[in-house]
């Protein structure tokens, strides 16, 4: 399974959600990939707990790559790293992803991704995750993938942006990919006693959206497991944020 972890927002929770998510795969034994399509490289900080510019053989140079047309090209194999965690491999983002954009586009390689993906063997899951915006690497990402995650942060701006992206994502499906499923929207940062959250979701729920049954908590060792480069599962496994992480894989799986 190919999943892109999508949304137009900033700060909704796309990394965070796309390794913890992938974490739990290669616990279970599932050979599993990230695929860090953000300049910001935070996929890439928190399972790597390194400076993406610092990495040599990363995503940038892939799109070199294409973008060169080499005589004899890399395999996109040449481009994953391991990660301190048992089956959980990383494909790393750079900074440089950024400067590459333009020629990119206007050359129309957003097929590249999908192309490479296609004669990738060995993995059982992908996780893509993506810049906030709707540029070159994210229609890339959509376009390469089988299902789609939509992480929603209960807040009212949130709500008016999600029907904007769903429009978005459809769009992808009519034109470029008409496998590509939207698998869920992701409650996350979700206060219980708080009534505007609730009601937020209500409202979602009636209108016939996607939302998936566990919602994520907000907690302040998402944060620290961030700055150990330990995703839930590896940081803090009894934690009831790493359940929720569970329970949400295991209705996805």
Known sequence: ????????????????????????????GKRTLVIDLDPQGNSTRYL?????????????D??????????????????????????LHLMPAHPE????????????????????LETL?????????TPPALNFYTRSALIAAKACLIPFDCDD??????????????????????QLVIEGIIVNQFQSRARLPQALVNELVEEGLPILDTYLSPSIRIRES????????????????????????????
């Not at 992803?97 to 490479?116: I, N, V």
């Open 1 to 28: 399974m190919r999943r892109v972890v999508f949304n137009q927002k900033g700060g909704v929770g796309k990394s965070t959600i796309t390794c913890n998510l992938a974490a739990i795969s290669a616990a279970r």
């Open 48 to 60: 790597l707990g390194t400076n993406p510019a610092e990495l040599d053989h990363t995503l940038v």
């Open 62 to 87: 892939f799109f070199k790559e294409i973008l060169s047309y080499s005589f004899k090209p890399k395999g996109p194999d040449a481009y994953i790293h391991d990660t301190p965690f048992e089956n």
């Open 97 to 116: 992803l950024e400067d590459q954009q333009g020629k990119l586009e206007s050359r129309y390689k957003m097929f590249k991704l999908r192309d490479a």
């Open 121 to 129: 063997e060995g993995f059982d899951e992908i996780y893509i995750d």
């Open 157 to 178: 701006f949130s709500r008016q942006a999600l029907y904007t992206l769903l429009g978005n994502v459809r769009e992808i499906q009519e034109d470029h990919n008409d």
């Open 226 to 253: 961030h700055q150990n480069a330990r995703p839930m599962i590896h940081f803090d496994p009894k934690h009831k944020l790493t359940r929720e992480y569970e329970a949400l894989y295991a209705a996805l799986d």
